[in-house]
């Protein structure tokens, strides 16, 4: 859960610095910069509210609207579907907006890429299903593996390589 939290973290700091500094219709089409940040809002407070359904329904609406800000909601929409226990939709999102982006951007989508295909592993190995829960975890162990050497300052804590070594030992297991 630690690493949802960072993922969290990453997320909100990019997604509000970019909306912030966004001037006067950049990346609306249609309805202004205020009507655009009032929808980011209530995307936003279902998602801290814990209303998901609502929450990933507002980020399908303003990402469709969004122009450069796209790729910063498609991630916040991805790290939406993680918290929501969606993790196959999570880790799709984010698996593909990380084959578009590069630097920061790339780092944060495989960190919810990562994490989506490690919970979504670990729901799998529950239900004894060891082959298709081996390949996630493998590629799991790939996305963090990246994000911690292309991005060192993203795992302040060590709770992304913590969640590395949890998926390293779960291979060996298997």
Do not use: W
Not at 70 to 78: C, H, K, M, N, T
Not at 151 to 167: C, E, H, N, V, Y
């Amino acid at each position: 859960m630690q690493a949802i939290s960072f993922a969290r973290l990453g997320v909100l700091a990019c997604g509000v610095v970019t909306l912030v500094s966004c001037g006067e219709g950049f990346g609306v089409q249609g309805g202004g910069h205020s009507g655009f940040q009032s929808k980011y809002s209530v995307a936003r407070n279902a998602l801290e509210s814990g209303d998901y359904g609502r929450a990933m329904r507002s980020y399908q609406r303003l990402i469709a609207d969004a122009g450069p800000l796209a790729p910063r909601l498609q991630l916040e929409y991805a790290h939406t579907a993680l918290r929501a226990g969606s993790y196959a939709e999570a880790a799709q999102v984010a698996g593909d907006l990380a084959q578009s982006q590069s630097g920061a951007a790339r780092s944060a989508a495989l960190a919810v890429q990562g994490t989506a295909q490690h919970e979504q592993a670990m729901a799998l190995l529950a239900k004894g299903e060891t082959r298709p829960a081996k390949a996630l975890l493998t590629q799991a162990r790939a996305a963090l593996t990246e994000v911690l050497k292309s991005s060192t300052d993203m795992d302040p804590l060590g709770a992304m390589a913590g969640r590395r070594a949890q998926i390293e030992a779960r291979l060996q297991k298997l």
